[in-house]
């Protein structure tokens, strides 16, 4: 089975430039989810898809960042102008589930991450 | 909303030692606690998990415990080996602030194990 994809693995951009990233998930995962981890801090949920709809972008850290998951398939999580501090790893994860049961495998996959580093 | 403290920030021991990684958490809501390893170059990967009803929970040289009371939960790696040498992120979900399969994560434990 193939696992949670993401590109670039890196991405190097100026300040003001825009970025787009992309997380294709474990083909029939409805829920995909966006995390970040900045300068060696946790990792912080940033979104989370159910299919084509946002089901929650209360991590989302301001409309500089954009996601989009058209089709309920791959997303792209976009960042336009860049600025210093978005410097991170960005995670994508998916899921069959999107909530935690008490009689089933949370199925929750992440993928390597695309290191964005803003200069 | 929800916070997962998680301590040491780093840790360093001999092969063949054991080694503890402790989280608290905030909500008392919460009811899954999985525990994920970083390998570099690598994304997370699930390593164990326990839910609210278990106490504790064993796989191989990983062992989970929880204590729901006090609100933590840790890590525990016995015979430790090079290969166990990663970033350890204990996270919660299931609370009133992390519904929906959101995982609020710890700080993470740099773990070097020493041949």
């Known amino acids: 089975e193939a696992g949670v994809t993401q590109f670039p693995s890196h991405s190097v951009i100026e300040k003001g430039q825009t970025v787009t990233l992309r997380c294709d998930p474990i083909s029939g995962h409805d829920n995909l989810y966006w995390y970040r981890r900045v300068m060696g801090k946790e990792i912080k949920f940033l979104l989370h898809f159910v299919k084509e709809s946002k089901q929650d972008e209360s991590g989302m850290p301001n409309n500089r960042f954009l996601a989009e998951r058209t089709g309920g398939t791959y997303s792209t999580l976009k960042v336009q102008p860049a600025e210093l501090e978005d410097s991170g790893v960005y995670f994508c994860?998916?899921?069959?589930?999107?909530?935690?049961?008490?009689?089933?495998?949370?199925?929750?996959?992440f993928g390597s991450g695309t290191r964005l580093t803003v200069v | 909303g929800e916070n997962v403290e998680q301590h040491p920030s780093t840790l360093s021991v001999q092969e063949g030692d054991s080694a503890v990684i402790k989280c608290t958490y905030s909500?008392?809501?919460?009811?899954?606690f999985p525990w994920y390893k970083q390998e570099l170059g690598k994304g997370p990967q699930l390593i164990i998990d326990?839910?609210?009803?278990?106490g504790e929970k064993k796989d191989q040289r990983i062992a989970v415990t929880l204590n729901k009371t006090a609100k933590h939960f840790s890590l525990h790696i016995t015979e430790t080996q090079p290969e166990d040498s990663a970033v350890y992120f204990c996270a919660a979900s299931g609370g009133v602030y992390n519904q929906g399969g959101k995982l609020i994560f710890g700080q993470g434990t740099e773990l070097s194990v020493k041949p």
């Open positions: 909500d008392s809501a919460s009811n899954y």
């Open positions: 326990i839910r609210s009803n278990v």
């Open positions: 994860a998916s899921s069959l589930i999107s909530g935690p049961t008490l009689s089933k495998p949370y199925g929750y996959t």
